[in-house]
């Protein structure tokens, strides 16, 4: 009885996903098949999608090598979009990759799940040294995989690195286009899984996009450039358990934050001390506040595409250890291409701390174009006025 129910089920995605695509697009004899074909793959693992999906365990990394290892029965390759699980059939995307060298022709497929229980799929074809790339994404409809093609494109860029382990795909797209990225990264080599484990506790919390902390040089001696705004709205929620509850804006907003409040979450990040702080940042001794100003649309940056990756790892004196983290780009751009050494206080509480952090040298100038500095109370009240007290 179960099994029937199971193809019953299958039998209704299918269904429809089909009735709901032909009342929008019309596809060819081979795209339907694919899009068919690619709905049954994700209904065979309903039941992981279902169960998750009522637990809101969509996202979790179980859940994720659970979906790959379904979609791997196919003999296809299958990794995770945020590259934290290893790829299955890496071998796939090698023999794929040496028929582009040689220019032969070949034909393959590889899977990237998301974390909603989908996965977009690229049907790849090699031929005189090209790579025609053919993409699905395929999600899920009131709790039925539907699929539907994305696009079809020359792969502008296809490289498989072997200093960094990752494929990288590219399309071409014109100058300003705002659409969608055309570009991905996908680790197709293994990388230890301690590794990975330090990654996720120590450098993806804070990562590249909202602060400085890994872009600049500094340490407990001199914290250079380091900006604790930055790190009051990076890890206020890891102290508090709630939401920053300073709203921002397009346009600054200044609030005074009691310097309990603001030294606590600092000092969740890292050690320094109250006076110390104070000649970073601006302190007003009649309220015993910090004077904290939101970022609005001058200084808030742009979209980050780069994510840490911790490469190496050593114990040092003092409960320190010492971390090698490389950027990853999901854009083949050597300027966004950059290495740096964190050191970390690992505290008797379970807790840790940054100590310092390190650029290490490069053979090409590097570009954070991402991030952009908080602009200055001084550059703020020359654009906005000082607010009345």
């Not at 009885?1 to 019953?8: G, S």
């Not at 290892?69 to 790829?87: F, H, K, P």
């Not at 590794?195 to 872009?215: C, D, H, M, S, V």
């Amino acid at each position: 009885m179960k099994r029937r129910v199971c193809w019953l089920f299958l039998i209704g995605c299918i269904i429809f996903c089909a009735c709901g695509r032909e009342a929008c697009e019309e596809t060819t004899g081979n795209e339907s098949d694919t899009l068919r074909g690619s709905e049954q793959l994700a209904a065979e693992y309903s039941e992981i999608y279902r169960a998750a999906f009522e637990d809101g365990t969509l996202a979790r990394l179980d859940t994720i090598r659970e979906i790959m290892r379904s979609l791997s029965a196919s003999g296809y390759a299958v990794v995770d979009n945020e590259n934290q699980i290893d790829m299955i059939h890496p071998e796939v995307i090698r023999e794929f990759d040496d028929s582009v060298e040689g220019g032969q022709m070949k034909e393959t497929s590889m899977f990237v799940v998301t974390d909603d229980g989908g996965f977009v799929r690229y049907d790849l074809t090699a031929s005189d040294g090209t790579v025609q790339v053919d993409r699905i994404r395929l999600s899920w409809e009131e709790g039925a995989p539907c699929a539907e093609k994305v696009d079809s494109y020359e792969a502008h860029i296809w490289r498989l690195d072997e200093e960094s382990g990752y494929l990288y795909i590219e399309k071409d797209q014109p100058a300003g286009y705002d659409g969608p990225i055309g570009y991905t990264a996908v680790r197709v080599e293994p990388l230890d899984e301690r590794l990975r484990e330090l990654n996720r506790k120590y450098i993806l919390p804070a990562g590249y996009r909202n602060t400085n902390l890994f872009l600049t040089d500094w340490d407990e001696t001199d914290y250079g450039e380091l900006d604790f705004y930055d790190l009051f709205e990076v890890f206020y929620q890891s102290e508090y358990g709630k939401e920053l509850p300073y709203e921002s804006d397009f346009e600054k907003l200044t609030y005074e934050v009691p310097s309990q409040e603001f030294e606590a979450v600092i000092g969740k990040a890292v050690r320094i001390a109250p006076e110390t702080l104070r000649e970073y940042t601006v302190y007003d001794n009649d309220s015993s506040s910090y004077i904290y100003t939101t970022r609005c649309r001058e200084d808030w940056g742009h979209p980050c595409f780069v994510t840490p990756e911790v490469r190496g790892y050593e114990e040092i004196n003092d409960g320190m250890i010492r971390l090698r983290v490389s950027s990853v780009s999901q854009e083949d751009n050597p300027a966004h291409t950059f290495s740096h050494e964190v050191v970390i206080r690992l505290l008797p509480d379970g807790g840790y701390q940054y100590v310092s952090n390190h650029i290490l040298p490069a053979d090409h100038e590097t570009d954070f174009d991402w991030y952009s500095s908080r602009l200055t109370v001084q550059q703020w009240e020359e654009k906005y006025g000082f607010p009345d007290e």
